[in-house]
């Protein structure tokens, strides 16, 4: 029997990344790799670009120039570039990194095995289609590895709303739902090795509209079939977009125990000058509306956000506008960037604001969020949670878990494992996790 080779993946990102790295390892089990954690003594080292973040291309391409040495050394050692970066620079990676072997981009997983053997006989291997065939029921018939309690399953990929400072639509591609039958399989599958709670993944994951049996179901509908799942506990999904709260969604949120009480839910600025020429196509009124409904159906929902300072042309007021914004919805937790210009986008033309104004900016609203969430973690102290445990914590007896409200919690001294869900006294509460005691198990 020859040795398994090794497979060293970086992940940068979303949480769709890290699924999608996942699924490229059983991809390539197929092939006699096993997964290592050292890129020291892998055979192939893959990174799992983002392209969402500032010089995203450039960091890609200077990380790569890190691995000459190592393949200097181990010349059968083969390098890959998978995600965004890889869909938006194609070939360019190869004429740039000549040492590369092979560019993937997110549609073409399912293809790895065939790309990966091409490079054993020497090739270069590049495919950044977006091809006809699904790439998750190819993927999903091959081996899989035991689970921990929580997974992402991705249910809709790609984004048709043209935000104008967002790549996600070009690197991604077109919106596209995956059949509800192929999500209830992979679920059921997911639930037999351990989960107890999946979080649905989708760019725009409540533009979800998959095939059902009597015609296109909504992401409402989905998770009612998910609800159905005897031994799937929790369910989570992410990432929404305001004009697709619809009505159903929101009452499933009132209704449904086993949806949690979190939505992430984006609205980048407060200033209806600034969401205009974001192309977002909802005002700072009509969000502020939408959460009172959702708070309405659930009213201990944590809200979570992503903002975007320093957009073209934001000036103080519009910036004050967005902090106003966030003092009326109170956010339990929330995401903040600089505007960073994408090549391709059409903010990207625009005017740029000074690099000091906006970070300056930034700092202020992190401010403010950090003490939302601090308020809103205080506020649990002396409360009880439900708390599903995941993995041992970085202290002696200490076990760590999540709350239905995506706060992590750990215990020490108690008699609890990971999968186990807890009913915990709140106890304390630190910078970004809380402090519990664990009252009664299941
Ligand atoms: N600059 C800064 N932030 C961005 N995001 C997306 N594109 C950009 C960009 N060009 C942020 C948005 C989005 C999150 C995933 O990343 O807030 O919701
Ligand atoms: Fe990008 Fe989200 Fe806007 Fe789609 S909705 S373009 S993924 S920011």
């Known amino acids: ?66 691995f000459k040495g190592l393949k200097a050394e181990k010349p059968d050692l083969k390098i890959g570039v998978a995600g965004c970066v890889a869909q938006a620079e194609g070939e360019e990676i190869m004429r740039r990194q000549p040492m590369v072997d092979l560019v993937v981009g997110p549609q073409s997983y399912h293809r790895l095995p065939e790309l990966e053997a091409r490079t054993r006989a020497g090739e270069k291997a590049l495919d950044t289609d977006f091809p006809a065939e699904d790439k998750f029921e190819v993927l999903r018939k091959r081996p899989k590895a035991a689970r921990g309690p929580t997974a992402f399953l991705t ?39 351990g989960v107890r709670e999946i ?77 205009k020429r974001m192309n977002r196509s909802h005002s700072a009124d009509s969000y502020l509306r939408l959460i009172e409904r959702i708070r309405a159906a659930r009213p201990d ?77 205080d506020a649990m102290v002396g409360r009880h949670a439900h708390v599903l445990f995941e993995r041992a914590g970085r202290f002696d007896d200490q076990m760590v878990g999540k709350s239905e409200y995506l706060h992590a919690v750990h215990v020490t001294d108690a008699d609890v494992r990971a999968g186990d869900l807890c009913r915990v006294l709140i106890t304390g509460s630190g910078a970004n996790s809380l402090a519990g005691r664990v009252i009664r198990a299941g």
């Open 155 to 193: 249910v809709q990929e790609g984004c048709d709303k043209f935000c104008a400072f967002c790549v996600v639509p070009y690197t991604r591609g077109a919106e596209v739902s995956r059949p509800v039958d192929r999500i209830l399989t992979e679920a059921r599958d997911l639930v037999e090795r």
């Open 301 to 377: 929902i944590l809200l979570s956000g992503d903002f975007i300072v320093g957009f073209p042309e934001e000036t103080e007021q519009d910036f004050q506008a967005t902090m106003d914004l966030i003092e009326a919805v109170h956010y339990g937790q929330a995401y903040s960037f600089k505007y960073s210009p994408r090549p391709g986008t059409p903010a990207a033309e625009r005017p740029q604001v000074a690099e000091d104004v906006a970070s300056d900016r930034l700092q202020r609203l992190q401010a403010l969020i950090t003490r939302q969430q601090r308020a809103v973690q």
């Open 1 to 66: 029997m020859t040795a398994p080779k090794k497979l060293f993946i970086k992940t940068y990102g979303c949480q769709m990344n890290v699924y999608d790295s996942e699924r490229m390892t059983e991809a390539l089990s197929g092939q006699g790799y096993v997964a290592t954690d050292s890129q020291d003594d892998a055979d192939m080292i893959l990174l799992n670009t983002c392209h969402i973040r500032e010089k995203a291309a450039e960091k890609v391409y200077s990380e790569l120039g890190r």
């Open 199 to 275: 979080t649905l993944l989708g760019q725009n994951v409540n533009a979800y509209h998959g095939a059902g049996p009597d015609g296109d179901m909504t992401l409402a509908q989905l998770i009612w079939e998910l609800d159905g799942i005897d031994g799937l506990e929790r369910i989570r999904f992410t990432t929404s977009h305001p004009n697709d709260m619809t009505d159903d969604l929101i009452a499933a949120h009132g209704s449904c125990a086993k949806l949690m009480p979190y939505l992430h839910l984006p609205v980048q600025s407060g200033s209806d000058r600034i969401l």
